[in-house]
């Protein structure tokens, strides 16, 4: 059964401008009887350099029929916190560059404790990008993060992996020449 998995998908900010983005999305989801409420469009902070009503409108519309979003390598674009504020958001995702070095640099470390908090305070799910190592894990774990992306849990791997390992009705793979597919991991 798949009913439990979502998937996210990057979405430029020129492909999100494009006029029948909103339409596209919505017909490929019905043409799929796939439901809205598993899907996580996961934009950057590009975005928000446009036209800032009309990129809540369209999330606006993608939202109220069940679609979420993320704010992708949250940190470091160009986002304002009143921006963080008034767009419909689900996720941000603490960027990879601010994970790598959090148990050396101090400045790191305050980053991402404040984007947990904040993400917090604003009722948002926080996934952490990049994550390598059990002493990153702990240390956002410990400070409040849930959701994790990195090697730590599995490289990229193709797509027929991914469906041996987790949908049923296809054969185990071999230990021996299989990595896993990256995910979002939750403890």
Do not use: W
């Amino acid at each position: 059964d798949t009913a439990h998995l979502s998937i996210s998908v990057n979405v430029s900010a020129r492909q999100f401008r494009q006029p029948g983005f909103v339409a596209e999305v919505l017909q490929t989801l019905k043409n799929h009887n796939a439901d809205p409420r598993q899907l996580k469009l996961e934009l950057t902070e590009s975005l928000l350099l446009g036209d800032i009503e009309d990129t809540i409108a369209r999330m606006v519309q993608l939202k109220s029929e069940g679609v979420g979003f993320a704010l992708d390598d949250f940190g470091t674009g160009y986002s304002s916190l009143s921006y963080l504020k008034r767009l419909p958001l689900d996720q941000v995702k603490i960027d990879q560059s601010f994970v790598r070095d959090v148990l050396t640099d101090p400045n790191d470390a305050a980053i991402v404790r404040t984007i947990l908090a904040l993400a917090k305070s604003l009722d948002l799910e926080v996934v952490a990008e990049g994550v390598e190592t059990t002493g990153q894990l702990s240390f956002l774990r410990l400070h409040g993060c849930e959701g994790f992306q990195g090697y730590l849990f599995g490289r990229p791997g193709p797509v027929e992996l991914f469906e041996r390992e987790h949908l049923p009705g296809h054969s185990a793979p071999s230990l021996a020449t299989s990595q896993p597919a990256q995910q979002e991991q939750r403890p």
